[in-house]
Structure formats: C-alpha cells, structure tokens
C-alpha cells in the first residue's frame, strides 16, 4: 500500500503549456505539502494545506496554483510552463497541529516518490 | 540564506564502520529536527527525529544528536551497511502557525563492501 503517492512519476512537456501533478496520501493525515528539488538539490517547500485550507505559500510564482478537492488530495496545477520550472516536485504529507508553547513537536512529514518535470 | 547547512556534499566509509553525517543551523526557533534518507528516483524516506527538548534520539542503528548550544545535529549510523548508500538529508522545523521544515542540501553516503 502507497502511503504518498504522485501521478505521474516524469512529465516531459513544451513551454507555454499548462499541466497537472495529483498527489494523493492514505494515511489519514490531516496536512499536505509540495516541494520543489531544483537541479542543485535543493528541496524547498511550496505550499502547505491543512484540510483544503492553504497555511503556507511560499513565494512562488503565481502560475502554481495548488488546489485541494479533499483533505486526502492536493494537486499542483502549472500554467504557461517555462524552462525554470523543470525539477523534481515531491508531495508529503503529515499529522500536523498547531504550535503550542511548551508542546513537543513531532509532527513528521512522509513524502512521495516525486515528479520529475522537464519543460523543452 | 541558508539556514540549514550541510557542509559535505559527500562521504566514503567502510561497511561495518561507523558514518557520522553532520548538519548546522542558524535559526534558534527551530524545535524539531529529522533525517531523511533518499535513493535515486525515489522520494525522501523519514529516517529518525528529535525534538529541541532532547540532545539524543536512537533507533536501531541510527541515533541522532543535537547540541543546542552548537547548533548542530549528527547522524550516527552504527554499523554502516552498504544498503545506507544514499543521499541523506537533515531538516529544521520551525512554527509557523502550523509547521515548516526548511532542508539542508544532503550528503551521499558511499558504504564500501
């Protein structure tokens, strides 16, 4: 059983088009993220939703939308592709719960296997 | 600015040995810290954590250290086994209304037959 999954795994497409990543996770999980690994390995977060309520918004060009139809999904939309955005863009999700003073915070993210997008 | 750094890209060590990976941060907020382990091709698979409240976290093989003062983590991994080859990151959580981890840049561990 896949916990995080992604579709599709490689995305090969043109510039100027516009495409779709679906992430999708069973664990019941209540937070979803979407990463981006650039071409120097850097994974850097996105966006996070916490029950289809965007939490953090990274600064990311407005041609990323994420849009969550339930809190078990979170797609990641991209209009008018360019050649910047050729990564590899992983989901995760976790628990996640607000920041408490004092609490310990161990809220763990479990990521998919990732979607390597190359735009030509 | 890179709040989370690991300083070496890459490390060789013996199968059977110990392998110390290192990561140093900057932000004093941070109040949890993870290892991941990555495999080509494949996403980051969560190794073992630790909160800010402990300086010690071990599971099997693997422990994990955190020196507050130093602001700096270690991944200790006791024996190495060439099926430990990958690339290993470290994470820094910090509050943000709910939680955000910010990622060092990895270190590929080689565990040599």
């Known amino acids: 059983d896949t916990a995080v999954s992604q579709t599709p795994k490689y995305l090969v497409t043109q510039m100027g088009n516009d495409k779709s990543i679906k992430c999708e996770q069973n664990?019941?999980?209540?937070?979803m993220y979407w990463y981006k690994q650039d071409s120097k390995k850097f994974l850097k977060i996105m966006f996070s939703?916490?029950?289809?309520?965007?939490?953090i918004n990274e600064t990311v060009p407005n041609r990323f939308s994420p849009k969550s139809p339930d809190k078990a999904h979170l797609n990641l939309h991209i209009n008018s592709l360019e050649l910047g955005d050729s990564a590899v863009y992983f989901c995760?999700?976790?628990?996640?719960?607000?920041?408490?003073?004092?609490?310990?915070?161990?809220?763990?993210?479990?990521f998919g296997p990732g979607t390597r997008l190359t735009v030509l | 600015d890179q709040q989370v750094k690991q300083n070496s890209p890459s490390l060789s060590v013996q199968e059977g040995r110990i392998s110390i990976l290192n990561c140093d941060y900057t932000?004093?907020?941070?109040?949890?810290f993870l290892w991941y382990k990555k495999y080509p091709a494949e996403g980051p698979t969560f190794l073992i954590s630790?909160?800010?409240?402990?300086d010690k976290n071990e599971d099997g093989r693997f422990t994990v250290f955190l020196n507050k003062s130093a602001k700096h983590l270690s991944l200790h991994i006791v024996p190495s086994q060439p099926g430990d080859s990958a690339v290993y990151f470290c994470?820094?959580?910090?509050?943000?209304?709910?939680?955000?981890?910010?990622f060092g840049t990895g270190t590929r561990l080689k565990v040599l037959a």
């Open positions: 995760a999700s976790s628990q996640g719960f607000s920041w408490t003073m004092g609490a310990e915070h161990t809220d763990t993210q479990y």
């Open positions: 664990l019941g999980h209540d937070t």
């Open positions: 939703y916490n029950n289809k309520e965007l939490i």
């Open positions: 932000n004093s907020m941070f109040d949890y």
């Open positions: 630790i909160s800010s409240i402990k």
């Open positions: 994470a820094a959580s910090v509050p943000y209304g709910t939680y955000k981890y910010i």
